[in-house]
């Protein structure tokens, strides 16, 4: 998601098994209509080093060394390969993270973005809408009771902003 909203890279060993992203990759572009952004990509919940709990902690640290106490999140945009048929349920259980990294409303700011659908095979087309809606229903559901959406990425740069681009804009883009 990262990489087609900056026009970046991969991380080396993204083509891996193994989770690549050890630390905090930070990059900034500018969207279509001139709004300067920072993305910050971070290991994921999923990966057993580091544990969920360090992840959080180094993306507190990490905001509170680079923009202070008082920083706002435009966002938060956190992916699940749709092909997957297990996840951890962190993402609705670090609610209170996600109130204070986006202030009041926080949950309108939080998109639940499901990947691989451009890899998706016509035999999984099911399968994979099933989860989707297994996903929005139950794990996911205090989120998007709360205001947060489910949007599919389909790996292209004009997927990633029209995502970008329906979060709420009332702070200002960096």
């Not at 297994?134 to 949007?151: C, M, V, Y």
Request: charged share 30%.
């Amino acid at each position: 998601f990262v990489n087609k909203a900056t026009g970046s890279q991969e991380e080396p060993g993204a083509d891996k098994l193994e989770p690549c992203t050890q630390g905090i990759r930070e990059l900034t572009a500018n969207s279509p209509d001139g709004k300067r952004y920072v993305f910050f990509d971070t290991p994921g919940f999923d990966d057993p080093r580091p544990s969920e709990d360090d992840v959080l902690r180094m993306i507190a640290d990490w905001l509170e060394k680079k923009y202070g106490r008082d920083v706002k999140l435009t966002g938060i945009i956190y992916t699940h390969r749709i092909n997957d048929n297990r996840m951890s349920g962190s993402v609705c259980e670090n609610r209170c993270l996600f109130a204070r990294l986006c202030g009041d409303h926080f949950a309108q700011r939080v998109r639940l973005v499901t990947t691989m659908w451009d890899n998706e095979n016509p035999k999984n087309t099911e399968t994979y809408k099933t989860r989707a809606s297994r996903l929005e229903g139950d794990i996911w559901k205090p989120l998007i009771s709360e205001g947060a959406r489910h949007e599919k990425f389909f790996n292209t740069p004009e997927s990633a902003w029209d995502i970008v681009n329906g979060l709420p804009h009332p702070l200002p883009a960096w």
